[in-house]
């Protein structure tokens, strides 16, 4: 091994850049390549009742479990199954409805070799990812991909490097060419990542995050301002809510309203709320979506909604800082 005094940053560059324009050589190499066999092997999977499984060991198997997860976010029921675990029980999990994709470099490794007569007994569909067309697994496939490479980024062609990244690439244009075939759409995305940002953007509504009952502060139009100012105060919304009892909200009043009041009037020691009130405020229903409250509120340039049923009546309301901490905005 090479002692540390042997290190060059110039060399080491140069290496790095090497095997960065190998693996993006390799992968640009797989588009020239595909040929109806990928179409036919997006088609297998679609009409397949039961699901994906993927299959590999070693490198390849962990390219096999990113392909499993990625099919499996992106709408395509799927799991990874070591091939060395497959023969050894594990084979169980396949069906006659599945379709088993089995990725191996060489299209020779013997532990994804033992698997297959077991899986087309069962009757299952097999797709092989290989870098060899002329390899056992490519010629016991149903459809062969080509995922083959010139030569690996290591300098002693053996890690597999550029093999793994163009293996991966291939399965990555299946996942979409599938989700695309299947009309997988945003909302669909969001269900599969419940805990990441485009999860709550799209499925928190205004009723998850909305404040309702005691929270709300709420006043009469006949209401001082000082009246006004204790629950306005209180409930931390910046605002309070004007209306009458079995009516709809009358308006709002706000931070701001008491700002512009202030300037114009000056002495409001004998003003009533009803006259200084924002009447016909801004609002949305409880059914929508926490991101359009967001949207609502930053193109009118507002910090505060009403959340209005059907019926007009009042059915919450919320703020800037509610929609912050649900991590809507």
Known sequence: MARDDAFSPLDCLALARRVLAIEAGAVAALADRLDDRFAEAV???????????????????????????????????????????????DLGMITPDDVVIA????????????????????????????????????????????????????PLN???????????????????A???????GETDFARSHPGGALGRRLLTHVRDVMRTGAG??????????????????QGGMGMVI??????????????GDLRRALAREGDLREARIGELMTR??????????????????EAHRINQLLVLDEGGQLAGALNMHDLMQAKVI
């Open 43 to 89: 088609r297998l999977v679609l009409d397949a009742h039961g699901r994906v499984i993927v299959t590999g060991i070693g490198k390849t198997g962990h390219v096999g479990r990113k392909l499993a997860a990625t099919l499996a976010s992106t709408g395509t029921p799927a799991y990874f199954v070591h091939a060395a675990e497959a023969a050894h029980g």
């Open 103 to 154: 990725l191996s470099n060489s299209g020779s490794s013997e532990e994804v070799l033992t698997i297959v007569p077991q899986v087309k007994r069962q009757g299952a569909r097999l797709v092989a990812m290989t870098g060899n067309p002329d390899s056992p697994l490519a010629r016991e496939a149903d459809v062969h991909l080509d995922a083959g490479v010139a030569e690996e980024a290591c």
């Open 158 to 176: 053996l890690a597999p490097t550029a093999s793994t990244t163009a293996a991966m690439a291939l399965g990555d244009a299946l996942a979409v």
């Open 178 to 184: 599938l989700l695309e075939a299947r009309g997988f």
């Open 216 to 233: 709300l502060p709420v006043v009469t139009t006949a209401a001082s301002l000082a009246d006004a100012l204790v629950p306005m105060s």
């Open 242 to 255: 004007v209306m009458d009892a079995g009516q709809p909200p009358a308006g709002i009043f706000t931070d």
């Open 280 to 297: 016909a405020p801004r609002h949305i229903g409880p059914d929508a979506l926490a991101a359009e409250a967001a949207q609502l509120m």
